[in-house]
């Protein structure tokens, strides 16, 4: 893949984002924080294809350490989320 | 591995990169959020099982570590309190920081002679995410009271961030113009080492009042660190997916910013704490009138409008659920009862929406700042409980005071100001809080927790 086209995938990534949250009620601030957390956690292919190389016991250990310190990030930050937010839900519903 | 399963793996991060731009997007809305949530949710699993197709993974180390990774934040995720959500969302920033950071590591060891593009999305990934994970370790330290929150700050300070900065360029500038060798490795270990140095330095002269800036600031981190992770493996789901989050996170410190009048340097290389001290003093007349739960009852037996502006103190006393006790009780006897909640009021952003979500407080009774202010004087009784500086008046009246022309929450201007309040310190900035002497103000003194269930107790003894 090329450098350039990579350059302009960021650059369009980031002018998405201010976009897509340019205003959110503050109730929803700790669940959004929280959420892109857990998405940050992509980084987990990274790690995940860092095992491949495998130039050495080092790298392979390093891969490993990058892919359980991600999927803790993924997997805690997800399930916190929806705790979080199921909380949220349960107001609205139950009286009124 | 032909063509065709490479296109189906470009298939899946495609899919999964539009669901978390879709997710993102149903995050920032109330009725949507939780189903934004599981749809980015999907999106990461669609990445992880789409890169299990990539050449040549080590299945057993991929698979240790993602059972290992999901069990431990499985049992986190379960176990953790809503009281230690801010601490928490800090752990689990720093993990994305470092996982990037040792993606950089481990491509330096393995490949030191790749393209200069690569050489520097790697320093990249190991600076910021360095950062993010030191520096989140740091704000996890002070949110959970493992280290001293109030600002720490070092003899020469300034000189040292400075040092650690210019070291990291002279490293990158080796490491990026010469060959790699044994000795650059060495320069390369360095570059980590200052890396992780400059987020500790960075976050511990930070006040804890100034935490949600710091948490939606180190958020971003982590998302711009797995943007780089992305440039090192030629990845596209990394990089739109870290950028999502890398402008999030900057919108989001932004609104932090916004809700305290200050600018992003301002809180990051602020003197705000010295220049507090000086300025505060001298303009605070008059005597506090400390009331007794009793006197207080009788107040809010007749008021027909309640407003509460919970702060961090209401966290530290875990009181959520109390208030909102006597927030029920004061409904029955007739009153309106709203929560105002500051943009910056707690330790993270929402901080207090969460809690009082916990407590399982009515979604309607919230009320924003700018929603509250103007009806403000028509509110009886406004409980301000264990919040200082987001209610402080000076912020409108008192020009020389640091923190003038930050948008407070007008408490002062109920016609009854009840405070909860440990005892007569300033607040966490240390500005002095004129709001504690106004004529209609009246002291609680106590831990917020007993004061509102003795209030709670005086309502059912009657």
């Not at chain 1, 980084?43 to 390093?62: E, P, W, Y």
Request: charged letters at 15%.
């Amino acid at each position: 893949m090329s450098i350039g086209l990579l350059i302009f995938v960021f650059v369009l990534a980031i002018f998405l984002g201010v976009e897509l949250i340019s205003k959110v009620p503050s109730q929803l601030h700790t669940p959004l924080m929280s959420g892109t957390n857990a998405i940050s956690g992509i980084t987990i292919v990274g790690a995940l294809t860092a095992t491949g190389s495998g130039a050495d016991l080092l790298a392979t250990l390093l891969g490993t350490a990058a892919i359980i310190f991600a999927t803790i990030n993924v997997v805690g930050g997800y399930l916190v989320t929806n705790r979080m937010l199921a909380m949220f839900k349960l107001r609205g519903k139950e009286k009124k | 591995m032909t063509d065709y399963s490479q296109t189906l793996i470009d298939l899946g991060y495609i899919l999964a990169s539009i669901l978390f731009i879709v997710g993102i997007k149903m995050l920032g809305r109330p009725e949507q959020a939780r189903r934004g949530n599981l749809l980015s949710a999907l999106g990461m699993l669609i990445a992880i099982v789409a890169v299990l197709f990539e050449c040549c993974l080590d299945y057993t180390w991929v698979i240790t570590g993602l059972a290992i990774g999901s069990l431990i934040g499985l049992i986190a995720a379960r176990t953790v309190k809503m009281t230690s959500m801010p601490q928490m969302v800090a752990l689990l920033n720093g993990f994305g920081g470092i996982a990037s950071f040792l993606v950089g590591w481990e491509n330096y060891h393995s490949q030191p002679d790749s393209t200069l593009f690569v050489r520097v999305a790697v320093l990249l990934a190991v600076l910021i995410g360095g950062v993010a994970f030191s520096g989140s370790l740091v704000a996890y330290g002070k949110l959970a009271g493992k280290i001293s929150g109030r600002p720490i700050l070092i003899g020469g300070h300034r000189w040292l961030t400075i040092g650690i900065l210019a070291a990291l360029l002279i490293c990158s500038a080796l490491l990026i113009y010469f060959p790699p060798g044994p000795l650059l490795y060495v320069v390369f270990v360095l570059f980590m080492v200052l890396s992780l140095a400059l987020g500790v330095f960075g976050v511990i002269p930070i006040g804890g009042a100034d935490m949600p800036v710091v948490i939606a600031l180190l958020n971003s981190y982590s998302g711009l660190a797995a943007c780089a992770a992305g440039f090192i493996i030629l990845n596209n789901v990394l990089i739109v997916a870290g950028s999502l989050v890398g402008a999030s996170g900057l919108i989001l410190t932004g609104i932090m910013c916004k809700a305290m009048n200050r600018s992003l340097g301002n809180v990051l290389f602020s003197g705000f704490k010295a220049a507090s001290r000086t300025a505060a003093t001298t303009t605070v007349q008059g005597e506090p009138k400390p009331i007794t739960a009793e006197d207080a009852y009788y107040i809010l037996e007749a008021a027909r409008s309640v407003v509460f502006v919970p702060g961090y103190g209401m966290a530290v006393a875990q009181a959520q659920h109390a208030v909102r006790e006597l927030g029920e009780i004061l409904e029955n006897n007739g009153a309106e009862v709203r929560y105002a909640i500051h943009p910056v009021a707690g330790r993270m952003p929402g901080h207090m929406n969460v809690l009082l979500a916990e407590a399982n407080v009515l979604y309607e009774q919230l009320a924003e700042m700018d929603d509250v202010n103007p009806i403000m004087e028509t509110v009886d009784v406004c409980i301000v409980i264990g919040a200082n500086d987001v209610v402080n008046p000076a912020a409108r009246e008192i020009e020389s005071s640091p923190i003038y022309g930050m948008p407070v929450i007008n408490a002062d201007k109920a016609r009854t100001v009840l405070i909860l309040k440990r005892s007569m310190a300033p607040g966490f900035a240390g500005v002095d809080n004129p709001l504690f002497v106004k004529e209609n103000s009246r002291m609680l003194f106590g831990d917020a927790k007993a004061t509102v269930q003795q209030l709670v107790a005086q309502f059912k003894e009657s």
